[in-house]
């Protein structure tokens, strides 16, 4: 898979990628990500890419042709083909792991990163064809936003993640979050792993993970635990869990 970024601050964007996992899978193939910056398309001798909004009103406006122009610029070098751009913005849709799954799917992906108040509306009707946000809070920009849509995305690119399966069975597919883990050593500052996990019982453990991967998703994320299909049994398990532990609080 490919990924263009036009953005005002490639350099932050390409150290944060160079790192990690997704650096790796970059240095193996997996993923290219190129940064391209939005200053250089600019025709003004000072390279000033923002200017004053009209109608007035506070801050400034990115201007539409140096967007455009580093857009033909990705597009040529993509052999002309029109990838989806998505345009990185508070006002887009909340990012979540299935727009990321159908994202990664994609061969080849724009990113576009606003600053400043905004960008002329006219370009963003030209080439963007998703708005995406990160959640309801407002950034500076929208390059922290690109990086975390990359990695979500990045990861779940076939060959990216080491083990097959450690994308899949995961936080959110099932609409369940994970359950706690551990490692050596068996007891650190008097706290001892549970011990089913010590047992060697493949069966039990298996259905402890799950107990405890319901019981974490109804403390901490009880919006999550109604999409996620329980049967009558969990359910019946999960009402007295969670009795039990108001009578143990009181
Ligand atoms: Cl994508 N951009 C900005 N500037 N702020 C955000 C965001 C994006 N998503 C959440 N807040």
Same mark, same amino acid.
């Given at each position: 898979?490919? +990924?263009?970024?036009?953005?005002?601050?490639?350099?932050?964007?390409?150290?944060?990628?160079?790192?990690? +996992?997704?650096?790796?899978? =970059?240095?193996?193939?997996?993923?290219? +990500?190129?940064?391209?910056?939005?200053?250089?398309?600019?025709?003004?001798? =000072?390279?000033?890419?923002?200017?004053?909004?009209?109608?007035?009103?506070?801050?400034?406006?990115?201007?539409?042709?140096?967007?455009?122009?580093?857009?033909?610029?990705?597009?040529?070098?993509?052999?002309?083909?029109?990838?989806?751009?998505?345009?990185?913005?508070?006002?887009?849709?909340?990012?979540? =792991?299935?727009?990321?799954?159908?994202?990664?799917?994609?061969?080849?992906?724009?990113?576009?990163?606003?600053?400043?108040?905004?960008?002329?509306?006219?370009? !963003?009707?030209?080439?963007?064809?998703?708005?995406?946000?990160?959640?309801?809070?407002?950034?500076?920009?929208?390059?922290?936003?690109?990086?975390?849509?990359?990695?979500?995305?990045?990861?779940?690119?076939?060959?990216?993640?080491?083990?097959?399966?450690?994308?899949?069975?995961?936080?959110?597919?099932?609409?369940?979050?994970?359950?706690? =883990?551990?490692?050596?050593?068996?007891?650190?500052?008097?706290?001892?792993?549970?011990?089913?996990?010590?047992?060697?019982?493949?069966?039990?453990?298996?259905?402890?993970?799950?107990?405890?991967?319901?019981?974490?998703?109804?403390?901490?994320?009880?919006? !999550? !635990?109604?999409?996620?299909? !329980?049967?009558?049994?969990?359910?019946?398990?999960?009402?007295?869990?969670?009795?039990?532990?108001?009578?143990?609080?009181?």
């Amino acid at each position: 898979m490919r +990924i263009d970024i036009m953005t005002l601050f490639p350099d932050a964007v390409d150290a944060m990628m160079k790192a990690s +996992i997704i650096g790796r899978a =970059q240095e193996r193939g997996f993923v290219t +990500i190129c940064t391209h910056q939005i200053r250089e398309y600019t025709t003004n001798k =000072q390279m000033q890419v923002d200017d004053y909004p009209y109608g007035g009103g506070a801050g400034m406006v990115m201007q539409a042709e140096p967007v455009y122009q580093c857009y033909e610029s990705i597009c040529r070098s993509i052999g002309n083909s029109r990838p989806r751009v998505v345009f990185m913005t508070p006002q887009g849709r909340t990012f979540n =792991q299935q727009m990321a799954e159908e994202l990664s799917r994609e061969e080849d992906l724009i990113l576009l990163c606003g600053h400043y108040e905004g960008i002329d509306e006219r370009v !963003l009707e030209k080439i963007v064809t998703d708005n995406v946000s990160i959640g309801d809070y407002v950034l500076t920009g929208g390059e922290l936003p690109a990086l975390v849509v990359m990695d979500t995305i990045s990861r779940l690119v076939p060959g990216v993640l080491n083990n097959g399966m450690s994308a899949v069975k995961e936080s959110f597919s099932d609409n369940l979050l994970e359950y706690p =883990q551990y490692t050596r050593p068996e007891e650190w500052m008097g706290e001892k792993v549970p011990p089913v996990l010590l047992s060697g019982h493949h069966k039990n453990i298996a259905a402890w993970y799950r107990e405890q991967s319901i019981l974490r998703t109804a403390k901490n994320r009880p919006d !999550l !635990l109604e999409k996620a299909e !329980l049967t009558e049994k969990e359910r019946q398990w999960l009402i007295q869990q969670l009795e039990g532990e108001e009578r143990h609080h009181e």
